[in-house]
């Protein structure tokens, strides 16, 4: 089956930089979107970037300018570059691998982002 595990969360200071990263297992990495959300306390996830198979991006608009997105076919990996770091991005960040065409819809477990002051 599908799995995605994250890493690359952890407490870093404002303005600072993570690098977070998600690896697929268990189907073909190239054909999906991959996409990072994140969900502060008391809120709902939201998108924050994807790319799809074609390598196009999206973001979320308090992020543009500061993150971005890649990803490696060849080590089954999507990254999220987290540069300039503001405290109100303290959240769990989940990785999420789907392909629109057959429904297929996966998820991490999430890795916890903390931003301080």
């Known amino acids: 089956q599908v799995q995605l595990v994250e890493s690359g969360g952890g407490p870093v200071q404002a303005g600072g930089s993570l690098r977070l990263s998600c690896v697929l297992s268990g189907s073909i990495f190239r054909l999906y979107t991959m996409g990072w959300y994140r969900q502060a306390p008391g809120k709902q996830r939201d998108l924050v970037a994807a790319i799809t198979s074609a390598d196009a991006t999206t973001y979320v608009d308090s992020v543009k300018g500061r993150f971005t997105i890649t990803r490696d076919n060849a080590k089954n990996t999507a990254y999220l570059q987290m540069n300039s770091l503001k405290p109100e991005a303290t959240a769990v960040y989940y990785c999420?691998?789907?392909?629109?065409?057959?429904?297929?819809?996966?998820w991490g477990k999430g890795t916890l982002v903390t931003v301080s002051t």
């Open positions: 999420n691998a789907r392909i629109a065409t057959n429904l297929e819809n996966y």
